[in-house]
């Protein structure tokens, strides 16, 4: 699996009013297509992942898994805003010809849909068996299920919504925040703000896990006055997306996932749930402290047909990457 470029020529509006001269999406590919498109998959990444989707949902796809290349053509492009090889905050912005930084404008996750058609009809998919995304990525599955009804057969929205909540907001915010106070934030370069998203990621985490995980994974030798392992832990994940991100991508990601609601001019939510023509089973996790299961069951609620199934786990949002086993028990069913 090698990732490839597509380049869109041409001006593409974002919701903002901005208007972009053209971009870029990273994406792979896994299989070969049925001319009918009865075997694809088009999976969709969450905040921090990549097109790369073995490499984070290596339970779900692979030779043998649920989604195996043998038998189903797998599509996964990294969102506008990443710095996986989409266009980004580090590109060159072609007016002023230098790098975006802070004036990158943000993509909504309307956005994102609207710019995976393009790529869609450059590998010649006029319909796709399967959506399925967890968290932000199930965002982008919503609103392109809403922009082109009869595109999908079924979707699978994992752990998401259908309106980024106020709760889901504060934490983002909280977390640009962060960023902000580094006081390297204000500079023009790739590192600015690194050391604020190392504070931005610990924070982050505590909406990911669930007091159950920290009272597992990380608990101490009573005897311990300091040192704890769960502020090792807390620093460590820091560090490691500090590896591989930067903070302009997050900044604006962040933002991107906070302007998500279906109904935005298009009328109620409920009525807009209402559109979707794909066979939906939307899957919520019973320890999900930052998109909690009733959201999934009101998503279920309000598509036709919709149907609901919960997973239990300790590990809280970041279930939907780590139950493997439960997730194929509930989507195989769905799925023949």
Known sequence: ????????????????????????LAYTTLGQPEPDGSNTVWIFHALTGSANVRDWWPGLVGAGRLFDPA????????????????TGPLDVDPASRESWYHDF?????????RAFIPLRKHL???HIAVGIGGSMGGQHLLEWAVEEPTLFGRIIPIATNACHSAWGRAFNASQRMCIEADPSWKERHPAAGLEGMK???????????HYQTYSIK???????????????????QGEKLAARFN?????????????????RKRGSIKDVLATIQAKTLAIGIDTDILYPPE??????AHVPGGKFELIKSTYGHDAFLIENEQLVEVISPFLS
């Open 1 to 24: 699996m090698s990732t490839r470029t597509y380049e869109h020529p041409h001006p593409f509006q974002l919701e903002s009013g901005a208007v972009l001269p053209g971009f870029r």
């Open 71 to 86: 038998r189903h053509y797998i599509v996964c492009a990294n969102m506008p805003g990443s710095c996986y090889g989409s």
């Open 124 to 126: 010649g998919i006029e």
């Open 295 to 300: 959201e999934q069951e009101w998503i279920a």
């Open 105 to 113: 404008p943000f993509f909504t996750p309307r956005d994102m849909a």
């Open 199 to 209: 504070v931005a990621r610990s924070l982050a985490l505590l909406s990911y896990r």
């Open 247 to 263: 903070a302009f991508s997050y900044h604006t990601l962040s933002k991107g996932m906070d302007a998500h609601h279906l109904g």
């Open 218 to 236: 990380q608990a101490d030798d009573p005897e311990k006055i300091e040192e704890f392992r769960s502020e090792s832990y807390q620093r460590y």
